[in-house]
């Protein structure tokens, strides 16, 4: 699993998971994916499939919540899978550098000739 696109991989593995049949939608006899294509997903969650695509490949990582949501309705998340594709796409925040302390010059000289 790529850990910097967990978003996308999530999305993927949930939308693997969908039957076409639970959307309504009639399940052909061949099917290149095992669950919801791409542009169903994003039927059902009301976005463009580009859109939907972009999340997946990790091009767009911060969805906003009605966003996030939509999907969840879409595949079908319960609270719990809900709250982790949430968690997943709240940005990370980055440490924080400790800024070295400068050190106090014991003369009192600026190190500057007069």
């Known amino acids: 699993m790529d850990n910097g696109n967990r978003l996308g991989e999530y999305l ?3 939308r693997d998971l ?3 049949e639970d959307h309504g939608m009639p399940a052909p006899g061949r099917r290149r994916v095992a669950g ?12 463009s499939t580009d ?5 997946e490949q990790g091009r767009q990582r911060h969805p906003s919540p009605q966003v996030l949501d939509a999907l969840a ?3 079908r998340l319960d609270e719990e899978a809900s709250a ?9 925040p980055r440490p924080r550098l400790a800024r070295r302390p400068v050190p106090a010059s014991s003369s009192g000289q600026t190190g500057l000739a007069d």
């Open 51 to 55: 859109y939907y695509i972009r999340l």
């Open 73 to 75: 309705d879409a595949l």
């Open 18 to 20: 969908a039957r076409p």
């Open 12 to 14: 993927r593995a949930r």
């Open 36 to 47: 919801l294509r791409r542009e169903e997903v994003a039927m059902l969650a009301g976005l």
């Open 84 to 92: 982790h594709l949430h968690g997943l796409a709240r940005p990370t």
